[in-house]
Structures are given as C-alpha cells and as structure tokens.
C-alpha cells in the first residue's frame, strides 16, 4: 500500500471516526462487514472517475505534524498547486514553511528547481506517470503532493492494507458537500472527503502514521479542481535560468539522514 510506506520522518488525534457511528447496537455493529462496500463503492467511483482524465489540475493546502520528544505536535503547512497530463506529464509546485519548489516531469526527466536558492537537479525519469512517481519515492525519497491519487490504479493501491472501512457521513469541504470515508490499517489509518455529484472528486485527504509515536498525521485539501485544463506550451519541461546552479539530488540514504 502506497500510504503505509509514507515517509514521515520528519514528522509523523484519533478523530474517532468510528466513535461517530457508535449509536447503533452492539448486535448491529458486529453484525456490520469489517469494510463497508458503500465505502469502497464510493471510493472507487471517485478513483476510476480520476484515473479516467486525461488531464487535470487542483491547488492543495497541505500540513505535516512532527512530533517532538515530549509529544507535543508541531504543524509545517505548505500550499501546493499541480497540473497531470496522462500518460507522462506532471508538473507541481510547493511553497511553505519547509520547502519552496517546482516540480516537473515530462515523460523523460524529473527536475526540481527552488527558486529561493536558484538551484536545481534534473534526473532521467521513467515513462510513465506513475513508474515515475515510484522511481522518485523509491530512489530520490520524493513524493509529489497526494500522489496517492495519481495512480490509475489508486483504488487497489489504497486498499492493499486496509482491515476496515466506513462511511462516516455528509460533510462539507470548502463549501462543497461530500461524504466523508474512514479506513484503516494495521500501521496507518486514512480517510478522504469526496465530492458529491457526477463530478466525484478528492476534497480533502488525511493520513495518520500509527507506528510512529504520537500518530502524527498529513493532511491535502483540495480545491480549484479543473478537469480540462488549458496547457501551455513547455509547460512540463524545465529551462533553467540563466543564474540557476545545477546540482545533483541526495543520495537516497544521506536525503532521509537529513530528515
């Protein structure tokens, strides 16, 4: 499962998703699938509804917790905007309190380039949309923001490790009525908001990493959704300025010790 292998080393509230739904008897919630198939029917309508596009785009407000020694969390928050062409484009770019960077990915390279320090690294990357994205976790320890959702095959990739599921009920993101789903897993427990309609998309998008101490969690809201974006030309392929200063990207190992 893509979420369970989360990296959150730099960081890492039970919402009580379950506590939400306890009304019901005790007969009627033994009797209840550990996975409600209402859930993973709607999960799976907005997943195939978004692997279906041909391209899109979505701003994100994204926010990381750390957790310190002495359990107090500490919240990083960035904002985040990013445009996909299938089968082999993406472009995204961060700005926050850890990072300010652009990312791109044209179906042969992957580039980051931050501005703030005019530096840049460019890697050949693989063909595809998401053997990139696994190339860039796997090798470089890169994510792109809620990349989870990416993948044309999100639905099984999310529900690899699930044990159990629910649908916690109607819920309002932005403005924008959805039904909020919970689900959960043996080291990391998720839930995502999903549009109302025939447009059902990805509103909002939370992760806790229980098996790091404290249960930190990373959060994506989504908004700004646009399933038929304008393109313009080059938009995914990097020119570096004339002042920016090539570098090479970390080392798998020396990236995540200075995490």
């Known amino acids: 499962m893509a979420i369970a292998n989360f990296r959150m080393s730099a960081a890492v509230l039970v919402l009580g998703a379950l506590g939400m739904s306890v009304m019901a008897p005790t007969q009627v919630r033994a009797e209840a699938p550990a996975v409600d198939p209402a859930a993973t029917r709607i999960l799976k309508r907005s997943t195939d509804y978004l692997a279906g596009l041909h391209r899109f ?12 020694q002495s359990g107090q969390k500490i919240q990083f928050d960035a904002a985040a905007s990013f445009i996909v062409q299938r089968p082999d484009k993406l472009r995204a770019e961060r700005k926050g309190d850890l990072l300010d960077q652009v990312f791109y990915y044209d179906g042969k390279t992957l580039t980051l380039y931050n501005p703030s320090q005019d ?30 959702l990416l993948y044309r095959d ?6 690899q ?3 159990g599921g629910l649908v916690v009920g109607k819920s309002t993101i932005g403005g924008v009525v959805c039904e909020q789903l919970a689900f959960s897993g043996p080291e990391v427990d998720w839930q995502i908001w999903i549009e109302d309609g025939d447009k059902p998309l990805p509103r909002k998008y939370v992760i806790t990493t229980k098996s790091v101490a404290g249960w930190p969690q990373y959060s994506v809201v989504m908004d700004n959704w646009n399933v038929a974006p ?17 570098v090479d990207f970390l080392p798998l190992a020396a990236n995540r010790a200075t995490r």
Do not use: C, H
């Open 154 to 159: 999100a639905y099984e990739r999310l529900m």
């Open 119 to 148: 530096v840049y690294a460019t890697v050949a990357a693989p063909d595809t949309l998401e053997k990139m994205m696994d190339f860039a976790r796997s090798s470089l320890d890169i994510f792109a923001p809620a990349g989870d």
């Open 161 to 163: 490790d699930v044990t």
């Open 230 to 246: 304008t393109l313009a030309q080059g938009q995914f392929s990097f020119v570096p300025p004339a002042d920016a200063k090539k």
């Open 57 to 68: 785009s979505a701003d994100t407000q994204n926010t990381l917790e750390a957790v310190l």
